[in-house]
């Protein structure tokens, strides 16, 4: 059974920094791609970053470029995202995804497996 559970968010004030963490089970880092995603209430699923399997290539949207970093620890089967200089516009739920895949992307539709979300607030 694939189980993705991520970890990390809370509360904190505009410019502040959260580390967000997804530990998977069932998976293996080294075969799947790796995707961040958020959904603000009564919006579409927003693909912020992914990471690739292999090449460790990763992308960003533009709305997080520059600030927010993707990365794994493929011994610990987790992948992290890192948020700088956070803004309330941030403020939403954080989910990961797993995709059967080499290659990433920041379309939801790619996706196979998903963590139950995280909640980051940002404070003005």
């Known amino acids: 059974e694939v189980r993705l559970v991520e970890s990390g968010g809370g509360l904190v004030v505009a410019g502040g920094s959260l580390r967000l963490s997804c530990v998977a089970s069932?998976?293996?880092?080294?075969?799947?791609?790796i995707g961040w995603f958020r959904q603000a209430p009564g919006k579409e699923r927003e693909g912020i970053s992914c990471?690739?399997?292999?090449?460790?290539?990763?992308h960003y949207a533009e709305s997080v470029k520059g600030r927010f970093t993707i990365s794994t620890d493929n011994a610990k089967n987790t992948v992290y995202l890192q948020m700088n200089s956070l803004k309330p516009e941030d403020t939403v739920v954080y989910y990961c995804?797993?995709?059967?895949?080499?290659?990433?992307?920041?379309?939801?539709?790619?996706?196979?497996?998903w963590g139950q979300g995280t909640q980051v607030t940002v404070s003005s």
């Open positions: 995804a797993a995709a059967r895949s080499k290659y990433c992307s920041r379309s939801h539709y790619y996706y196979d497996y």
């Open positions: 069932g998976v293996r880092f080294d075969d799947y791609a």
């Open positions: 990471i690739s399997s292999g090449d460790g290539i990763t």
